[in-house]
């Protein structure tokens, strides 16, 4: 069970707009600290896509975007393309457990 | 090239010991944080471990006691003394270290680590 939950799944059609939630507690999320998203393609490492909780790395495509308010925080695709077809994880920190937590990961289907 | 490259993996029987290596190059290692991160077949990401650039460590709940993280600032290397090894630490062990916003902004490809009798 992670700390951290994310629907198991989501999924749209090509050009669609897409949203992943992240719910976290008072020891994490809602203690303030950052949320980050990771994409992760088959047998690949993963990849930071959002950080700080909206903010986008150089090369991230701009249909990405983040945001936090309270316990959760969200990851929403616009446009939604094949190659966005990934796993997507949430990342925070906790202070009960004074290590970083990861969200059980989303897998998004591009249909 | 920032780089991490992580070796060490191999299969192990249960209550064995494994020890993984991460080696570093392209950026300033000494001051960096660097984590190690597992993933089990099919399953999600699970933080282990961390070594701060002070050497603070932290550990996560299911391996404290049983895993020691380490640095060699010296050899640009971080490593993970695996000890008393059980089944479900099966899993692909990543090393990625901390950005100053405390995400995981470099990855190493990953090694793996079979725990079965």
């Known amino acids: 069970q992670s700390v951290l939950t994310q629907p198991p799944s989501v999924s749209g059609a090509p050009g669609q707009r897409v949203t992943i939630s992240c719910t976290g507690s008072s020891s994490n999320i809602g203690a303030g600290f950052d949320v980050h998203w990771y994409q992760q393609l088959p047998g690949t490492a993963p990849k930071v896509f959002i950080y700080?909780?909206?903010n986008r790395p150089s090369g991230v495509p701009d249909r990405f975007s983040g945001s936090k308010s309270g316990t959760s925080a969200s990851l929403a695709i616009t446009g939604l393309q094949a190659e966005d077809e990934a796993d997507y994880y949430c990342q925070s920190y906790d202070r009960s457990l004074s290590g970083s937590v990861f969200g059980g990961g989303t897998k998004l289907t591009v249909l | 090239e920032v780089q991490l490259v992580e070796s060490g993996g191999g299969l192990v029987k249960p209550g064995g010991s494994l020890r993984l290596s991460c080696v570093a190059s392209?950026?300033?290692?000494?001051?960096?944080?660097i984590n190690w991160v597992r993933q089990a077949p099919g399953e999600g990401l699970e933080w282990v471990s961390s070594i701060s650039s002070k050497n603070y460590k932290y550990y996560a709940d299911s391996v404290k006691g049983r895993f020691t993280i380490s640095r060699d600032n010296a050899k640009n290397s971080l490593y993970l003394q695996m000890n008393s090894l059980r089944v479900e630490d099966t899993a692909v062990y990543y090393c990625?270290?901390?950005?100053?916003?405390?995400?995981?902004?470099?990855w190493g490809k990953g090694t793996t680590v079979t725990v079965s009798s």
């Open positions: 392209g950026f300033t290692f000494s001051s960096s944080s």
């Open positions: 990625a270290r901390a950005s100053e916003w405390y995400y995981m902004d470099v």
């Open positions: 700080g909780n909206s």
